[in-house]
């Protein structure tokens, strides 16, 4: 669920903080944590050895799979048919467009002095 290789977070430059107005929502959890694998190992062992702890771990894997659920359905725009995604983004392609046009206009009409140095 989460997007690009784990190292590349530590290889990118930290951003300057947005103004208050405008700040981002919090980031999610780090992304070894959207990670199973590691309680499914986990159960596996415990019942190749017989312990007791299966149930614990258990336990553990149905609360991640409980937080990962509560998660998703808290995502911005979860709730937007395919169908309103894909008009959204025309809409929003349609605005580039526009705004680009404009300000190639603008540009051509030389209204804009720009120093030379």
Request: charged residues 25%; aromatic residues 4%.
């Amino acid at each position: 669920m989460a997007s690009g290789p784990a190292g590349r977070a530590a290889e990118e430059p930290p951003l300057p903080e947005p103004p208050a107005e405008q700040k981002s929502p919090p980031l999610p959890p780090a992304q070894e944590e959207f990670s199973f694998l590691p309680l499914v190992h986990d159960i596996i062992k415990c019942m190749d050895k017989d312990s007791q702890d299966v149930h614990q771990v258990l336990n553990e894997l149905k609360n991640k799979f409980q937080e990962m659920r509560k998660l998703i359905s808290s995502m911005p725009g979860i709730g937007v048919s395919p169908e309103q995604q894909q008009q959204q983004l025309q809409n929003l392609r349609e605005q580039v467009r526009t705004k680009n046009e404009l300000l190639q206009k603008y540009k051509s009409l030389c209204m804009f002095e720009i120093p030379k140095e």
